[in-house]
């Protein structure tokens, strides 16, 4: 008797893990193809978000909706965490209605039909003209009368720059990238550098691509194209090459206290880098208040009028999720109108990609940071020029991680960025072939 | 002098893996009490503690000691009941003789081999079936798997409850229950505490399971609660400073454990050399 106790105890100590053959997105019975029409009765969304301070928001939309209440989940940002729990819960059925995805990883969540086609959802293709143009082809992939997510924030890039010194040393502010990589010299002949080259940002580099016209990935409907090396890429590549090879670039780690050190000391001049880069400057360098500027991007022939675009995220929804016309409302709600916008700016300093956000209060002031410039004038235009026809891959996080290694190779002398490109190409296309995503090459 | 300058060459090589162990705590505690977490430096300068903390544990409404209460929740809970379990499981291995002992042993011990991400995909799905996903025991119950601790409980039953002892036990008329709790617990108590700490430091650190199962901020422990803050420091640079102080402070309830606990510890050396 108490042996056959002790052997039950042992037995209920070896979990067997029956894993469900559960297939992905099955468990959607009808919700799907019903297509999108109101529910009777009173509804509870979840979202998962990462934004600082989202449920702030969205207890506003819950004051004014008792029939439509959102339940807000968080955690760490998606590549640290939030991705690959959106992908367990899309196998175990249970992924929440709403999700934050950032533009870049949307291919690999569409890749899995993952997300759910808003374009039944009249609301929301009828608000395709409250979007700047190039942030709705980034949720739609380019698809006529179809749409996967609607744009939340955007990134536009601009030229952050050191004013006083600038003037001090009467350099002329740079408007094309040659007079940039002149005014590097004249910079370093001053003691400093004219900026910090990141090898641990990939996307930004991409965001330099996205500029020069570049076309990382493109897709005919059946088969992937990978090309990190086409010629824009390569030109943008020589380009820093050369900038890093003359040592006119610092090359210190991001996100740290030495980055944020070199620009507090005035050791780097300028960063190119998107709108909520101006939090980053001001939070990371204090004692330079009131001496910084934004101008627009440097250009690659002058006159012409291109940006990048450095990060952003949209709100999707989920393949599965049982209300599919009250999720696409709230998330219209909470990215296009005034009073979200404004709390989302509040809370997390997001720049809207809805067209209305240009116009915000908080957007249309001085920035006593940057000498009082009403600098998001800038973004606003720079928003307007990144260009609509840019595509990510669907193993952006691969992509990222093995350019990242590559250019952390190339800036300590080890490589060039054209190399680390070409190698991550090849393992990109490796793994697309790994994952049975048709691919060419 | 042989003897001398060996055990100074002794001390010398501790105190040289002391400094290098105790520098980061030092360096944590230094910066936890600098201002706004420009933590760089081994020395205080504008010292700032109690603000610090009164920040920390005041942000978003005190959500931090929330997450400190979940971590203890979760782990002495888990901790004291998994120690019984591996305790239990060890002992009956050692003491009793059944058919499939062996084969038994040899499958827990290889758990000890499976890494925990490879245990994490599974988990979800089998707590999502039991729609149990995002709650307490989502964390709790995975946490009270211990297999090393069934190893240890096993090789310590073996050496240090006598075989004879549980026969005067028998034959006295003791069941073996009752002289499981009244005889062996007592003799195996510095082997318990050893798979409790080990056990408690496991459960504590726990980042993968709670990282992949919760997504209610008021579930987290403070291993994922400070990652989260971690990975928001650009959009709200005073978290740079919050995360300094309340990685320190969650070093408090193991201090704790291990400081109260250590004096079972060093009795259990000698035990079991006698025979």
């Given at each position: 008797m108490r042996r056959t106790l002790a052997i039950l105890l042992l037995s209920t100590l070896s979990i067997t893990a029956c894993s469900s053959n559960s297939s992905s997105g099955d468990s959607s019975t009808g919700a799907a193809a019903a297509g999108c029409a109101p529910a009777n009765g009173p509804v509870t969304l979840s979202f998962t978000s990462w934004?600082?301070?989202i449920q702030k928001v969205v207890d506003i939309w819950n004051q004014a909706n008792p029939n439509i209440q959102v339940k807000v989940q968080t955690g760490p940002n998606g590549n640290g965490g939030t991705y690959q729990n959106f992908f367990n819960q899309l196998k175990a059925g249970n992924a929440p209605d709403l999700g934050q995805i950032e533009y870049d990883a949307l291919p690999s969540f569409r890749v899995q039909d993952g997300l759910m086609d808003l374009g039944t959802c009249s609301d929301v293709t009828a608000?395709?003209?409250?979007?700047v143009d190039w942030t709705w082809s980034q949720v739609s992939f380019g698809e006529q009368g179809h749409v996967y997510a609607v744009p939340q924030d955007a990134g536009p890039m601009a030229l952050f720059y050191r004013k006083d010194l600038f003037e001090k040393n009467n350099i002329k502010v740079p408007t094309t990238w040659q007079e940039y990589a002149d005014a590097a010299v004249k910079v370093k002949a001053a003691g400093g550098y004219i900026t910090n080259f990141s090898t641990g940002d990939p996307n930004q580099f991409a965001g330099f691509a996205w500029q020069a016209g570049a076309h990382w990935f493109t897709n005919d409907g059946t088969n992937w194209t990978v090309s990190l090396t086409d010629p824009a890429t390569s030109k943008v590549a020589a380009y820093w090459q050369d900038l890093i090879d003359k040592k006119l670039v610092s090359a210190v780690p991001p996100w740290t206290d030495e980055w944020n050190n070199a620009y507090n000391t005035d050791k780097d001049w300028t960063w190119v880098s998107a709108v909520w880069g101006a939090n980053t400057i001001s939070s990371g360098a204090p004692k330079t208040s009131g001496k910084w500027a934004v101008a627009p991007m440097p250009q690659w022939t002058a006159g012409d009028q291109a940006a990048g675009d450095w990060g952003g995220s949209s709100t999707a929804v989920f393949k599965g999720s049982k209300h599919p016309y009250e999720a696409a409302k709230f998330a219209l709600w909470l990215n296009t109108s005034t009073e979200a916008l404004t709390a989302l700016n509040k809370a997390a300093s997001l720049y809207p990609?809805?067209?209305?956000?240009?116009?915000l209060p908080a957007l249309t002031e001085g920035v006593p940071f940057y000498g009082n410039q009403k600098i998001y004038d800038v973004f606003s235009a720079a928003s307007a020029q990144v260009k609509p026809d840019f595509t990510w891959g669907p193993t952006m996080t691969q992509t990222y991680a093995d350019a990242g290694d590559g250019f952390k190779a190339a800036a300590s002398g080890t490589g060039t960025l054209l190399k680390a490109l070409t190698d991550a190409q090849a393992s990109t296309i490796q793994t697309l072939k790994s994952q049975s995503i048709p691919v060419k090459g | 002098m042989s003897v001398l300058s060996r055990r100074a060459a002794a001390m010398l090589v501790m105190a040289v893996c002391t400094v290098y162990f105790l520098t980061p705590l030092w360096w944590l505690f230094v910066g936890s009490t600098k201002p706004g977490g420009r933590g760089v430096g081994l020395w205080f300068d504008h010292f700032q503690l109690g603000t610090n903390l009164h920040a920390v544990l005041t942000y978003q409404d005190g959500i931090f000691l929330r997450w400190l209460v979940n971590s203890i929740g979760y782990t002495v809970g888990a901790a004291a009941i998994g120690t019984l379990l591996a305790a239990m499981c060890g002992y009956a291995l050692a003491k009793y003789r059944f058919p499939g002992r062996e084969t038994l042993f040899n499958i827990v011990l290889g758990?000890?081999?499976?890494?925990a991400t490879a245990l994490a995909l599974p988990l979800f799905l089998l707590f999502s079936k039991a729609h149990a996903a995002n709650t307490y025991w989502a964390v709790f119950l995975p946490s009270l798997v211990n297999p090393f601790g069934v190893y240890l409980a096993r090789i310590y039953a073996a050496s240090s409850v006598p075989d004879e002892l549980l026969e005067a036990a028998r034959i006295d008329g003791s069941g073996e229950v009752r002289s499981f709790f009244t005889v062996s617990v007592r003799l195996m108590a510095p082997a318990l505490v050893t798979i409790f700490l080990f056990h408690f430091v496991a459960v504590w650190n726990n980042f993968l399971l709670p990282l992949i199962m919760l997504g209610n901020q008021k579930l987290f422990p403070v291993t994922l609660g400070l990652y989260t803050w971690n990975s928001q420091v650009d959009q709200r640079p005073e978290l740079r400073g919050l995360v300094l102080v309340g990685a320190c402070l969650s070093l408090a309830p193991m201090l704790i454990a291990f400081l109260s606990l250590q004096r079972f510890w060093r009795s259990g050396l000698g035990a079991g050399s006698l025979k």
């Open positions: 934004v600082p301070d608000a395709k003209d409250k979007f990609a809805a067209k209305a956000g240009a116009t | 758990g000890v081999l499976v890494p």
